[in-house]
């Protein structure tokens, strides 16, 4: 068998096992996204058994999709194996896996994943201030490392994901002054001006006790527009 160094996304038609298919209350063998290695390997259409690892980033990076000649639910058949997959690998909820996915991601270097990852816990958990806050994070290290495409839709996702956090201050203080950092960037980007009336900016320049990322912040109002290259931290 040949081993790729690259892991990647693919669809393969993957042996669940008996245990876990019951408990999400799916075929045993099923079409599901993995993130291997080694996803081409095999004999297309045959049943193949992967490890849990590369199922549960699969489902992270490929969640809600699958082949549209299909009249599959792929959304709820992936959520409900998330949820069983929670439990068999022992995190209290989907989100606190997903957020496990998305810091592996990008401990090892993949940021998109690590970005896709982040999403899916927002689709699924859509009022978690901490799924927001990780999105926003993961999507600023990929603006950082110059990895985004098209950085202005990108600022203008952050600018919507950040009132959703105006009630909940995020617990780590690095991830307060990312969060924070980020969206007076955004807001200032999309609006050309920081508005003190506003409680989402009054919030986030609460939040922001970074001073090296408060200056920038004051430099950037000085100068009067978004300098993309400062984005890197």
Not at 129 to 139: K, T
Not at 200 to 205: D, G, H, I, L, N
């Amino acid at each position: 068998m040949s081993v790729s160094n690259h892991p990647e996304l693919a669809w393969s038609q993957v042996q669940l096992d008996p245990a876990l298919a019951k408990l999400a209350g799916v075929e045993e063998s099923c079409l599901l996204p993995i993130w291997s290695g080694n996803a081409g390997d095999g004999v297309p259409g045959d049943p193949a058994e992967h490890d849990t690892t590369e199922l549960v980033r699969g489902l992270a990076v490929g969640f809600g999709q699958g082949p549209k000649d299909s009249d599959h639910d792929w959304p709820g058949l992936h959520a409900a194996l998330l949820e069983a997959l929670t439990a068999v690998r022992g995190f209290s909820s989907v989100e606190e896996l997903l957020r496990s996915i998305a810091l592996d991601f990008r401990r090892d270097g993949y940021r998109r994943e690590a970005v896709e990852a982040s999403r899916t816990a927002v689709r699924l958990c859509p009022d978690s201030a901490v799924a927001r806050s990780q999105l926003i994070v993961a999507v600023w290290f990929l603006l950082g490392d110059q990895l985004d495409p098209n950085p202005e839709q990108t600022l203008t996702q952050i600018r919507e994901l950040f009132p959703g956090l105006v009630d909940s201050e995020p617990e780590n203080p690095r991830v307060r002054d990312l969060v924070s950092y980020a969206y007076l960037v955004a807001e200032f980007f999309v609006t050309g001006r920081l508005d003190e009336h506003s409680p989402e900016v009054q919030r986030a320049e609460g939040w922001l006790r970074d001073p090296e990322l408060a200056e920038r912040i004051d430099r950037m109002e000085r100068r009067g527009f978004v300098d993309l290259r400062e984005l890197v931290f």
